[in-house]
């Protein structure tokens, strides 16, 4: 039942703003035949993805704002004004 429910989380946009990155690394994976060294462009934009909105997370907790994750919306408008994603 608990790797159901981190299944569901990781699946979730509102929990989750890297869901693109993380399709895009098992794409990769499935195309490439699980040949981990032809993914890890895919593998390093995942990372910097899930470090800057962690960042971002851990700057609101600071500033008291909730939720902590920015929303879908808030993401979006985030991107937007960086003039595109930052990782």
Same mark, same amino acid.
């Given at each position: 039942?608990?790797? =159901?429910? *981190?299944?569901?989380?990781?699946? *979730?946009?509102?929990?989750?703003?890297? #869901?693109?990155?993380?399709?895009?690394?098992?794409?990769?994976?499935?195309?490439? *035949?699980? *040949?981990?060294?032809?993914?890890?462009?895919?593998?390093?934009?995942?990372?910097?993805?899930?470090?800057?909105?962690?960042?971002?997370?851990?700057?609101?907790?600071?500033?008291? #704002?909730?939720?902590?994750?920015?929303?879908? =919306?808030?993401?979006?408008?985030?991107?937007?004004?960086?003039?595109?994603?930052?990782?």
């Amino acid at each position: 039942m608990n790797d =159901k429910s *981190n299944a569901r989380k990781v699946r *979730n946009a509102d929990i989750n703003p890297c #869901i693109e990155e993380s399709d895009g690394s098992q794409k990769c994976l499935d195309a490439y *035949n699980y *040949n981990k060294d032809m993914c890890s462009a895919y593998f390093l934009k995942y990372k910097n993805c899930r470090k800057y909105w962690h960042g971002v997370m851990l700057q609101r907790r600071r500033e008291g #704002i909730k939720p902590d994750m920015p929303t879908p =919306k808030e993401r979006e408008e985030i991107i937007a004004a960086l003039g595109g994603k930052p990782y």
